[in-house]
C-alpha cells in the first residue's frame, strides 16, 4: 500500500469512548483536562458521551450508543478523516456483546493513523504532548492509489 500525508489541525476532533466500567475513569479524565478539551471538537458514543457533556458543561457531539451502532459511526468518522484523535476507555476483563465492533474501532484507527490511547496514562501523555494542540503531518493509505489500482 502507498502512503500520503494528511495534516491533523491544531484544533482536533476527539473521539471519547467508554465501556460501562470504565464510564467513570473517562469522566474524571475530561473533567481534569477541562479547559484543554473545551478548545477541540468532541464526539462520544451516546452514554459516554452524555454522561461527559452533564458533568463538564463541555458540548459533546453525541452518537448512538456502542452497542447500537455508535462504536460503527465513530469508525465511519476515522475512516473520512473527521477524526483527529480517539480516547477509548476499554474494559479489558470484561467480554462486551459488540467486541467485533470494537477490534473494528481499534483496527480503523490503527489504520488511518491516528492518536489512541486506552487508558488514563496513555490519556494524559497524549494530551500533555506539545503536538497535541497543533498542526501535525501523520501518514495514512493512499487510498485514491489505492482504488485506480484495483480498477486497472
Not at 496513555?122 to 493509505?141: G, H, N, R, Y
Request: charged share 20%; aromatic share 6%; net charge negative.
Amino acid at each position: 500500500m502507498e502512503f500520503t500525508t494528511r495534516t491533523l489541525p491544531g484544533r482536533k476532533h476527539i473521539a471519547l469512548v467508554a465501556h460501562d466500567h470504565c464510564k467513570q475513569m473517562l469522566k474524571g479524565w475530561v473533567e481534569r483536562h477541562q479547559s484543554l478539551l473545551s478548545q477541540h471538537i468532541l464526539f462520544g458514543t451516546g452514554t459516554t458521551g452524555n454522561l461527559v457533556s452533564l458533568a463538564t458543561g463541555l458540548e459533546v457531539n453525541a452518537m448512538l450508543s456502542g452497542p447500537m451502532g455508535g462504536d460503527q459511526q465513530v469508525g465511519a468518522m476515522i475512516a473520512e478523516g473527521k477524526i483527529d484523535v480517539m480516547i477509548f476507555f476499554w474494559d479489558p476483563l470484561n467480554a462486551v456483546p459488540h467486541d467485533p465492533d470494537v477490534k473494528a474501532l481499534l483496527r480503523l484507527a490503527t489504520l488511518w493513523n491516528i492518536p489512541v490511547a486506552t487508558n488514563v496514562a496513555t490519556a494524559d501523555l497524549l494530551i500533555q504532548s506539545p503536538k497535541f494542540s497543533v498542526e501535525m503531518d501523520v501518514q495514512i493509505p493512499d487510498y485514491e492509489r489505492y482504488l485506480a489500482a484495483r480498477l486497472k
